[in-house]
């Protein structure tokens, strides 16, 4: 089992850059897949980014590659995403979430672990 605690979120113009982090306790965090989702108030949780246990592929959401990159650091249990071109549609609450050993999956009822959020505001 671990714990996530997100940081990093804040205000930031259109066309900036942010750099989340997801931290876990324990020492098995190499174990899990780990995720990101985000939540807009009055709309649904949505996939973002997604990183696997085993081989480290990694897979996004069409509404965010070539700008957002999810990574992990396994010996400071930590996982990362890093959001360049921000635009205000990707103004939310964004969480991490994981699940031991299993596949990425955009559902975010197949993930067993997840961070209290932290606010990402872009304005225009």
């Known amino acids: 089992q671990v714990q996530l605690v997100e940081s990093g979120g804040g205000l930031v113009q259109a066309g900036g850059s942010l750099r989340l982090s997801c931290a876990a306790s324990g020492r098995t965090f190499s174990s899990y897949t780990a995720t990101w989702f985000r939540q807009a108030p009055g709309k649904e949780r949505d996939f973002v980014a997604g990183i696997s246990w085993s081989s480290g592929s990694t897979y996004y959401a069409d509404s965010v590659k070539g700008r957002f990159t999810i990574s992990r650091d396994n010996a400071k249990n930590t996982v990362y995403l890093q959001m360049n071109s921000l635009k205000p549609e990707d103004t939310a609450v964004y969480y991490c979430?994981?699940?031991?050993?299993?596949?990425?999956?955009?559902?975010?009822?197949?993930?067993?672990?997840w961070g209290q959020g932290t606010q990402v505001t872009v304005s225009s």
């Open positions: 979430a994981a699940r031991p050993l299993g596949l990425v999956s955009t559902t975010s009822s197949a993930y067993d672990y």
